[in-house]
């Protein structure tokens, strides 16, 4: 079981208040990432959940216990570290059987589950060498081996793809999904990108300068961001978000429209400018377009969309598919 | 180096320096050897003459020989221990954030700038002088004893004085191996469910290994040839229990003026030298690959 229950929770380094006060629930079984900017103090609270920082104010419970002042190893949680944290200096195996070592199983026991967890992230080929002889795909699965052999109430993660190469992180991705959904373990996860949140993700928690801005499932934060910052970080390429007379007709002071929600036109719309750069993918075709109030945006066509630079251009946004903020940000 | 050519250029560059290096060496070492097969001694001047081995048989057999061949070794020996667990406990402890951090390890690498000559004298007058020393004050505070350190344990009290000298160097070697271990591989031992002491034999020791051959074999090179501290405090003493080889090398050229008696001795203690060092290699060649 893995239930996780943060309670007023605030973080300071001394002057500087990292946390100010964060409540939280996570149920068991739940894929949650942390997502935001860097900086945003989405480690360190991953880092208080672990007991690897003491909470400055707050209470943290993990399955009905208070964990607030418990060591980690008494938290029954395992992580998986930026930079692997593997021991160089032991083989695979025995980094795997590590954590089983401390706790003080027998060997038969130990071996037993470390070769149950190669198994499962097919590195029973690799269990003698150093980690140093291993590619960072296969450091990423020994750190993640070394985790699950502990058979863990949660899995923390602190954004482990971000050593690995692009086609790797794909991978890695759906590999760290599968796990997920084959052990049904609790995991929380913190990243940077919002990609990795919206494919991974039961739970998405977007944070801001040490806050919560708005916690839901990837498209619930798609559809209904509760906030220009919300709005403006999930969906890729981000939102448009156009000021001035357009949106004061609307009653708004900032209307925001994502880039896959355009009507495009080369004769009628909404708003007309003309198109800068245009990228031509094949399935879609982006184009960032100089509206002629001098805004930028950035559109998507599906397919092929015959438009190149110097063009001019119309755009409509979708019925249904507008938002709309006030002054401060917060959506109407 | 990629091609012939530069590998040519890069040998004449380095010739001259080469050279220099091997005359330096070879011309004292090809001296000693003629010396160590000759007659040679001081008080009777132009009776040199090729004796062949005999120098080598006078100081194998002396059993002065066999006494400073003990007593080096447990100098090396003794030194090592003290200043490498001694190095990675005040490493350690160096290594936690506290208040004066700099002044207190400048206070710890202070020693070694001070020379061989003077910290023996401060030592032999200062604290194991029977009389006014710090160590005999303590004991005449608690009603003891005072220990004549230099004429009852010499070989032990120099053990001492040379430790005190080197545990800097072992202390500052470690301390930054220690500055190098990645943070996150101990937090993830302590995820890990690792105590102190675990943390500290699988992951602290094994990740000193490389900087302690290092403190080994440095030290030992440096602590095979000792003098200076056994000069000023014991002369070798009492009898030739704080004698080692290079003492006993220095005894037999400048005291009896055996010059090639003392040859003799010195190639012997090159010979040694080079057995401790090809067995040094070897344990250590595998930690350093």
């Given at each position: ?9 605030c ?6 208040e ?35 920082e ?24 395992a ?55 291993l ?26 793809l ?88 609307l ?70 598919r ?11 | ?56 048989q ?28 001694g ?55 608690v ?5 004549d ?12 004085i ?20 990645d ?22 020791l ?32 009492p ?7 290079t ?35 070897r ?7």
């Amino acid at each position: 079981m893995g239930s996780i229950t943060l309670e007023q929770v605030c973080k300071s380094f001394g002057e500087v208040e990292v946390i100010p006060g964060v409540d939280l629930q996570i149920e068991d079984g739940e894929f949650v990432v942390f997502v935001g900017p860097s900086g945003c103090g989405k480690s360190t609270l991953l880092r208080l959940i672990a007991g690897l920082e003491d909470v400055t104010s707050g209470r943290i419970v993990i399955d009905g216990q208070d964990v607030t002042v418990a060591p980690p190893s008494r938290r029954k949680l395992a992580m998986v570290f930026q930079s692997y944290a593997l021991y160089p200096h032991m083989s695979v195996r025995k980094n795997i059987a590590f954590p089983l070592k401390m706790a003080g199983l027998s060997a038969d026991e130990q071996e037993r589950r470390v070769q149950h967890a190669a198994g499962i992230l097919n590195l029973t080929d690799y269990l003698d060498r150093r980690p140093g002889q291993l590619s960072g795909g296969q450091r990423q699965r020994v750190a993640i081996g070394r985790a699950i052999v502990r058979e863990p109430s949660a899995f923390l993660f602190d954004e482990p793809l971000s050593n690995l190469d692009a086609a790797l992180r794909v991978n890695m991705r759906v590999e760290i999904s599968e796990l997920h959904k084959k052990l049904a373990t609790t995991m929380i996860y913190v990243t940077h990108d919002q990609v990795e949140a919206m494919t991974m993700a039961d739970k998405i928690v977007v944070l801001r300068a040490g806050r919560i801005e708005q916690v839901g499932s990837p498209l619930e934060l798609y559809r209904r961001p509760a906030n220009r910052f919300v709005a403006g970080f999930i969906g890729s390429p981000n939102m448009n978000f156009l000021e001035g007379e357009a949106a004061a007709r609307l009653g708004a002071h900032a209307i925001g429209v994502r880039p896959e929600h355009f009507r495009l036109s080369m004769s009628e719309g909404a708003f007309a400018g003309r198109v800068g750069v245009a990228e031509h993918l094949g399935s879609d075709t982006f184009l960032h377009v100089d509206l002629d109030d001098g805004t930028h945006v950035v559109a998507r066509a599906e397919g092929e969309f015959p438009a190149s630079h110097g063009d001019r251009i119309h755009l409509t946004p979708q019925d249904g598919r507008l938002y709309r903020f006030d002054q401060n940000g917060s959506a109407l | 180096m990629a091609t012939r050519h530069q590998k040519t250029l890069a040998r004449l560059m380095v010739s001259p320096s080469v050279l220099l290096l091997l005359g330096w060496m070879i011309v004292p070492l090809a001296m000693t050897l003629w010396f160590s097969f000759q007659s040679y001694n001081l008080l009777s001047p132009g009776m040199e003459q090729f004796i062949g081995w005999t120098n080598y048989q006078y100081f194998l057999s002396d059993p002065a020989f066999w006494t400073a061949m003990r007593n080096t070794l447990l100098l090396v020996g003794g030194v090592l221990v003290i200043t490498v667990g001694g190095g990675i406990a005040l490493a350690l402890l160096l290594d936690q954030p506290m208040f004066g951090q700099g002044v207190v390890r400048i206070l710890v690498i202070a020693p070694f700038f001070i020379m061989p000559t003077v910290s023996a004298l401060v030592w032999k007058n200062m604290f194991m002088n029977p009389v006014n020393g710090l160590f005999a004050w303590f004991a005449k505070a608690v009603g003891a004893q005072p220990i004549d350190f230099l004429a009852q344990y010499p070989l032990m009290s120099i053990i001492l004085i040379v430790s005190w000298q080197w545990l800097p160097f072992a202390t500052l070697i470690l301390l930054t191996a220690l500055q190098s271990l990645d943070s996150e591989q101990m937090e993830a031992a302590e995820m890990d469910g690792a105590g102190t002491l675990a943390k500290f034999t699988h992951l602290v020791l094994p990740h000193l290994s490389r900087a302690i051959t290092v403190v080994i074999l440095i030290e030992t090179i440096f602590l095979l040839s000792v003098f200076a501290e056994i000069l000023v405090t014991t002369n070798g003493g009492p009898g030739y229990q704080s004698t080692n080889l290079t003492y006993l090398v220095y005894s037999q050229a400048l005291l009896q003026f055996d010059v090639g008696g003392a040859s003799a001795g010195g190639i012997i203690a090159v010979i040694l030298a080079n057995i401790v060092a090809i067995f040094l290699m070897r344990m250590i060649g595998k930690t350093l690959e």
